[in-house]
């Protein structure tokens, strides 16, 4: 109970007492994901009785945002405003502790929240399955690169990555390789291949740019990877 109160803790502002170190509840990362991208899926069902489509996707997405605290967006805007070409790590390490946001990553947390949004209204009665699938999978997501990284930098991401463990790692892929296919199983096929692609090269540029990864890497990844799954549940297959 303390790792899924912990876990809690960490991905969502809900003020509970107790609970455990984050990397010791990633277990539970792609469990809570999913009820939150439920949870939105509740305030869109809800909205649409009093308000056209748009504005109830956006209800939705307001209520994600607010519900983490704007977590993962931090680490989108983070990362796009640090990783320019030519900056040696210790430049980019430092930008990445900057709390300043440039126009960069207020371009990223756009482009990212524009997409989810049209994705939200495009998908229509699927919305609801598809923001649990891809909300829950993009935790877990982020759980897998951190397992398979090196840490970088100093602060919670580093504590994260260096104390995460394997079992709390596997149970976390298992939860969210089953989510990716709550859409269907073609669709669930693609999202976890694209999936585990996005991850791989994720890993492989971190790794070149800083030697590992930290806390924002983490999020841009994680935040990265909902938008992919949005937009490939936006798919219907025709076979």
């Not at 790792?3 to 107790?18: D, E, K, N, Y």
């Not at 398979?148 to 990555?161: H, Q």
């Not at 590992?212 to 990265?224: E, R, S």
Request: with cysteine; glycine share 12%; charged share 10%.
């Amino acid at each position: 109970m303390g790792r899924l109160v912990g876990a809690v803790q960490f991905l969502t502002i809900l003020p509970i007492p107790g609970g455990i170190e984050p990397h010791r509840a990633a277990f539970f990362f792609p469990l809570v994901g999913a009820a939150l991208g439920a949870a939105a899926g509740c305030v869109l069902w809800g909205a649409l009785y009093v308000v056209p489509a748009p504005v109830a996707a956006l209800l939705a997405l307001l209520f994600l945002m607010v519900a983490t605290g704007g977590l993962h967006e931090d680490g989108l805007a983070d990362v796009f405003d640090a990783f320019r070409a030519g900056r040696p790590p210790e430049r980019i390490l430092a930008i990445l502790k900057d709390s300043r946001i440039g126009s960069y990553g207020a371009l990223a947390i756009v482009i990212a929240s524009l997409l989810r949004w049209q994705a939200i209204v495009a998908l229509g009665d699927r919305a609801f399955p598809a923001l649990a699938a891809a909300v829950g999978a993009s935790r877990g997501g982020m759980v897998l690169l951190a397992y398979l990284s090196k840490p970088a930098g100093e602060g919670l991401g580093k504590a994260f990555v260096a104390g995460l463990s394997g079992a709390s790692a596997i149970g976390a892929v298992v939860q969210a390789a089953a989510l990716v296919f709550l859409c269907g199983p073609i669709n669930g096929a693609v999202a976890l291949a694209a999936s585990a692609l996005t991850l791989l090269l994720a890993r492989a540029y971190f790794q070149r740019r800083i030697g590992g990864v930290n806390g924002d890497c983490l999020g841009a990844t994680c935040q990265i990877l909902e938008v992919l799954l949005l937009l490939i549940y936006l798919w219907r297959p025709s076979f």
